[in-house]
């Protein structure tokens, strides 16, 4: 046995230790750590082996692990599947994002992008791969229009712009690029027929430089019953071009000087435009009349016709717009007396014939009274 103060070997029966006089205290020769690992070799149904000393100052020395309870397991459990569901969410919307760039949107966001950056070719290669997502696009048409335009590529830019028109795109600066390459062709007929597709009056404001006002004509449609006098009026003194057959003023069209009369009966429709020094015309204005002159009633005369013994003046009621004539015993006509003013009845039996003439010519029938007259 060994002393447990100073580990010297005690004899069997000795109760003092003989070196260093403490009382015995009997110390097994195994190691407590001995038993710990037979214990743990019996436990895994293993032969047991004793370890050596050093094994066993080292075990001794290392602290004893905790296995890892059921909440910590959890705890990482959780932690890995979020770290997995995060790696899955970033992935899809990668996967959107990625097939977001290939769609018509993706690629419009990066040829408007383009276009504001000034980086004219990519623009137009993105809205053309856009063009093949989504086929007859004004945007797409739009952004190839206004790049080709900055990239002075006029008969392109035309070409485009024109097409994203055609397709009802509202973006100002297509009408005003437009406008501009026409105005360069001067090719003001082709502005004035963009004008008068539009509706908005934002991007009507674009045209103000290169609209002539329509002409006035007076008097307005309509029937009438004598010569009508025509008047037409233009805005800061641009030129007129009137027909009165229906053909177009353009192209067949009379310059106006001054008011002038119709002066036959019949259907006119008079087609009139306005056009500037710069060829530039107005839209054209279309007015139809009818004439069918209005013949004078049969004229009046007093005293009727009888028998009389006293000198006596005869009176001729006529209209306004009209003249009278008279003639006795004849038919009377513009070669026959004009009446002026009542006149002596003539002695004898006779016959006044008197007949009306209005400002448009027309002739009234004739009007007979039979006068007798026997001073």
């Given at each position: 046995?060994?002393?447990?103060?100073?580990?010297?070997?005690?004899?069997?029966?000795?109760?003092?230790?003989?070196?260093?006089?403490?009382?015995?205290?009997?110390?097994?020769?195994?190691?407590?750590?001995?038993?710990?690992?037979?214990?743990?070799?019996l436990q895994e149904g293993e032969k047991p082996s004793v370890p050596s000393k050093s094994k066993q100052k080292e075990k001794a020395a290392k602290p004893k692990q905790e296995k890892p309870t059921g909440k910590k397991s959890k705890k990482s459990l959780y932690i890995v599947f979020f770290i997995l569901l995060f790696v899955a969410a970033f992935a899809l919307i990668g996967g959107i994002l990625f097939a977001k760039s290939l769609s018509y949107e993706g690629r419009m966001e990066k040829a408007e992008d383009a276009y504001e950056k000034k980086a004219y070719e990519k623009a137009i290669s993105y809205a053309k791969q856009a063009l093949e997502k989504k086929k007859e696009d004004?945007?797409?048409?739009?952004?190839?229009?206004?790049?080709?335009?900055?990239?002075?590529?006029?008969?392109?830019a035309k070409a485009y712009l024109e097409k994203a028109v055609e397709k009802q795109q509202k973006d100002t600066e297509v009408y005003?690029?437009?406008?501009?390459?026409?105005?360069?062709?001067?090719?003001?007929?082709?502005?004035?027929?963009?004008?008068?597709?539009?509706?908005?009056?934002?991007?009507?404001?674009?045209?103000q430089d290169y609209i002539v006002e329509a002409p006035v004509v007076e008097p307005e449609a309509g029937s009438y019953g004598e010569y009508p006098t025509?008047?037409?009026?233009?805005?800061?003194?641009?030129?007129?071009?009137?027909?009165?057959?229906?053909?177009?003023?353009?192209?067949?069209?009379?310059?106006?000087?001054?008011?002038f009369p119709i002066e036959k009966e019949g259907k006119y429709t008079l087609r009139a435009v306005?056009?500037?020094?710069?060829?530039?015309?107005?839209?054209?204005?279309?007015?139809?009349?009818?004439?069918?002159?209005?013949?004078?009633?049969?004229?009046?005369?007093?005293p009727a016709s009888g028998t009389y013994t006293q000198p006596t003046k005869i009176t001729i009621d006529v209209p306004v717009g009209c003249r009278a004539y008279y003639a006795w015993n004849a038919n009377p006509g513009e070669q026959s007396t004009q009446y002026t003013e009542?006149?002596?009845?003539?002695?004898?039996?006779?016959?006044?014939?008197?007949?009306?003439?209005?400002?448009?010519?027309?002739?009234?029938?004739?009007?007979?009274?039979?006068?007798?007259?026997?001073p």
């Open positions: 046995m060994k002393c447990a103060n100073c580990g010297a070997e005690i004899r069997v029966g000795c109760v003092y230790c003989p070196v260093c006089g403490k009382e015995a205290q009997i110390v097994s020769d195994y190691n407590i750590l001995e038993d710990d690992y037979l214990d743990s070799l004004a945007l797409a048409y739009a952004v190839i229009g206004k790049s080709y335009y900055q990239k002075k590529e006029d008969e392109a005003r690029f437009l406008i501009d390459l026409y105005d360069k062709d001067s090719d003001y007929e082709a502005i004035s027929d963009l004008y008068d597709e539009i509706k908005d009056s934002s991007i009507q404001k674009l045209f025509i008047t037409i009026n233009s805005e800061y003194g641009a030129d007129i071009l009137y027909t009165l057959d229906g053909s177009s003023p353009k192209e067949d069209g009379m310059f106006y000087q001054e008011p306005c056009v500037d020094a710069r060829g530039i015309y107005s839209k054209e204005v279309k007015v139809k009349y009818e004439i069918d002159l209005d013949v004078p009633d049969l004229p009046t005369a007093s009542p006149f002596d009845m003539i002695e004898g039996n006779n016959v006044l014939s008197i007949i009306l003439i209005n400002e448009s010519g027309q002739t009234s029938g004739v009007q007979k009274y039979n006068y007798v007259y026997m």
